[in-house]
């Protein structure tokens, strides 16, 4: 009987240090009108071009999404839920914001740009009422990869997103 043999596991880790840009938008409306006004601006994204692709009808897949609004929820996460388990009460929905076209033509140039897209935001309420949105702007984020097609697509992204999250707070 033999016994296995292991090898040492050798890992190439590198860390790079960046400067993320902090957005935080407040809002004098509550929590509840803030969200709904989001949520009409911008729509849930509609999951079916994923069953499409999977499927091999790439064309299919790019025309619904063309078709789709400039930007869409891809999910949205109850965070203020979760604070019940270390029994505070909060209200705070974290939301992925993006455009899976737009995703596309930022990872086609760097594949690791996917970590940022979709882009998070967190609407949320403070523990005096306050009203607030909070993301990383993506032209800061996006802008570690030091490719001009990227950083052109980034601060667009800066701006669709600031138009509409600044007219829900409004």
Do not use: W
Request: overall charge negative; charged content about 25%; aromatic content about 6%.
């Amino acid at each position: 009987m033999t016994e296995p043999v292991t090898e040492p596991v050798t890992e190439q880790i590198t860390a790079t240090r960046i400067t993320i840009e902090h957005v935080t938008l407040r809002s004098p409306k509550s929590f509840a009108a803030v969200r709904s006004a989001l949520e009409a601006a911008v729509p849930s994204l509609d999951h079916a071009y994923a069953e499409l692709l999977r499927d091999g009808q790439v064309d299919a897949a790019r025309d619904l999404l063309e078709r789709q609004a400039p930007l869409s929820i891809f999910g949205a996460r109850d965070h203020g839920g979760l604070l019940l388990t270390a029994g505070l009460t909060r209200k705070a929905i974290q939301y992925d914001i993006g455009n899976p076209l737009t995703a596309a033509r930022m990872t086609r140039h760097v594949l690791s740009a996917a970590l940022y897209a979709p882009i998070r935001v967190l609407l949320r309420e403070d523990a005096e009422g306050g009203v607030a949105f909070e993301y990383d702007r993506p032209a800061s984020t996006f802008g570690q990869f030091g490719n001009r097609e990227i950083d052109s697509v980034a601060h667009d992204l800066d701006d669709q997103l600031r138009i509409v999250l600044a007219q829900a707070a409004r």
